[in-house]
C-alpha cells in the first residue's frame, strides 16, 4: 500500500466553546463493568449463574441435587451441572423464577450514577438503553473494544489511537492520499466531536463520507448542528445537519447516509492536477441551538 499523510489546520482564531456548554459525564474509568447491583443478600447470590455470573432469567434450570444455572450456560456445559456434573435434564426452578419476580434491585451502572431502581425482570431491559450506560471507542479505523466514559475516551483517542485533537467550533482538515483506490477511514477530534472520512461502495459506485459524531448520548447531540464543505476547480458541495451520538456506531451512520457523500470522480475533480491522487480539503464548523423563549423555535448560536 502506498503511503498516505493526512494533515490537520485550524482556520483563523478559532474561538473555545464555553466549558459549560459540554455535558458533564460521571463515569471514571475504561473498564468492562460488571453487574453491580447488591450482592450482599443471599436471595441476590442464588440468582447468580455459577457458570457465567450474570444473573439468571426464566428459564432457570437445576439438577437434580438443586443445583441451578442459566439457560445459555445449560448448552455450554453440554447438560451437565457445573457443581456436582449430574445430568441437567429439563428440570426448571419456578421457586427461584418466582422469588425473583419479587425483588426491587438498583441499575446495574449504579456507581455510574444511575439511580433507578426496578422490578428484577425489568431490570435488564432499562440497562441495554440505560443513560449512564458506558460508551464504546469512536474510532473509524479498527474494532477496538475498549468502552468507558467520555473523559477517557478523549485519553483513549489521543494516546492509543494518535487521532489528532484540536479545540475550537471550526474545522479544515485536509486528506491526502496517493492511490485514490486505497483510502483509508480516517477520524480527527474537535472539542467533543469526532469527525469522520470513510470511503465505501454506494451501489456500483465508489464514494466518500464526511460526517460528525458527537461524544455524548442522543439527547445532547440535538443541541448541536454542523456544516461540511469540500470543493475546488471552482465548485463546492456542502452539508449541514446534526452530530449522531456515538451511541451509533461510524458504520450505522456510514450506512444511513447522514453526511456529506462525495463520489469518487467528483473528489477527483475537486483535487485538481492529473486527478490521480485524492486531495479534499473538508472544511466545517459547528454550532449549539439555542431555545428561543418568544418563537419557540431553535436559533444557532453562532461561534465567532
Known amino acids: 500500500m502506498e503511503s498516505s499523510s493526512i494533515e490537520s489546520s485550524t482556520v483563523s482564531s478559532m474561538t473555545m466553546m464555553e466549558e459549560d456548554e459540554h455535558p458533564h459525564h460521571q463515569f471514571s474509568s475504561i473498564s468492562k463493568l460488571h453487574n453491580s447491583g447488591p450482592t450482599t443478600t443471599s436471595v441476590h447470590d442464588l440468582l447468580e449463574c455459577p457458570v457465567c455470573t450474570n444473573s439468571m432469567y426464566p428459564?432457570?434450570?437445576?439438577?437434580?441435587?438443586?443445583?441451578?444455572?442459566?439457560?445459555?450456560?445449560?448448552?455450554?456445559?453440554?447438560?451437565?451441572?457445573?457443581?456436582?456434573?449430574?445430568?441437567?435434564?429439563?428440570?426448571r426452578c419456578l421457586a427461584l423464577e418466582k422469588i425473583a419476580e419479587s425483588l426491587e434491585l438498583p441499575c446495574r451502572y449504579i456507581s455510574l450514577g444511575c439511580p433507578e431502581i426496578f422490578p428484577y425482570y425489568s431490570k435488564l431491559k432499562h440497562e441495554a438503553i440505560c443513560n449512564?450506560?458506558?460508551?464504546?471507542?469512536?474510532?473509524?479505523?479498527?474494532?477496538?473494544?475498549?468502552?468507558?466514559?467520555?473523559?477517557?475516551?478523549?485519553?483513549?483517542?489521543?494516546?492509543?489511537?494518535?487521532?489528532?485533537?484540536?479545540?475550537?467550533?471550526?474545522?479544515?482538515?485536509?486528506?491526502?492520499?496517493?492511490?485514490?483506490?486505497?483510502?483509508?477511514?480516517?477520524?480527527?477530534?474537535?472539542?467533543?466531536?469526532?469527525?469522520?472520512?470513510?470511503?465505501?461502495?454506494?451501489?456500483?459506485?465508489?464514494?466518500?463520507?464526511?460526517f460528525l459524531r458527537f461524544m455524548g448520548d442522543e439527547r445532547e447531540a440535538r443541541n448541536y448542528s454542523y456544516s461540511l464543505e469540500v470543493g475546488g476547480n471552482g465548485r463546492k458541495l456542502t452539508f449541514e445537519g446534526s452530530p449522531r451520538s456515538i451511541r451509533d456506531s461510524h458504520k450505522k451512520v456510514r450506512d444511513s447516509h447522514d453526511g456529506l457523500i462525495i463520489y469518487r470522480n467528483m473528489a477527483l475533480f475537486f483535487s485538481g492536477g492529473d486527478r490521480k491522487e485524492l486531495k479534499l480539503r473538508v472544511t466545517g464548523r459547528i454550532w449549539k441551538e439555542q431555545q428561543n423563549p418568544e418563537g419557540g423555535v431553535c436559533i444557532p448560536n453562532l461561534c465567532s
Open 132 to 210: 449512564f450506560r458506558p460508551y464504546n471507542c469512536p474510532y473509524a479505523g479498527s474494532d477496538c473494544s475498549v468502552v468507558g466514559d467520555i473523559p477517557c475516551l478523549v485519553a483513549h483517542l489521543r494516546d492509543d489511537h494518535r487521532v489528532d485533537m484540536h479545540s475550537g467550533c471550526t474545522f479544515n482538515h485536509r486528506y491526502v492520499k496517493s492511490n485514490p483506490m486505497e483510502v483509508e477511514n480516517a477520524t480527527w477530534m474537535l472539542t467533543y466531536f469526532c469527525l469522520h472520512f470513510e470511503a465505501f461502495q454506494l451501489g456500483m459506485a465508489p464514494v466518500y463520507m464526511a
Open 59 to 91: 428459564p432457570i434450570h437445576q439438577c437434580h441435587n438443586g443445583h441451578t444455572l442459566c439457560s445459555t450456560c445449560k448448552t455450554r456445559v453440554h447438560n451437565r451441572c457445573p457443581t456436582c456434573r449430574q445430568e441437567l435434564g429439563d428440570i
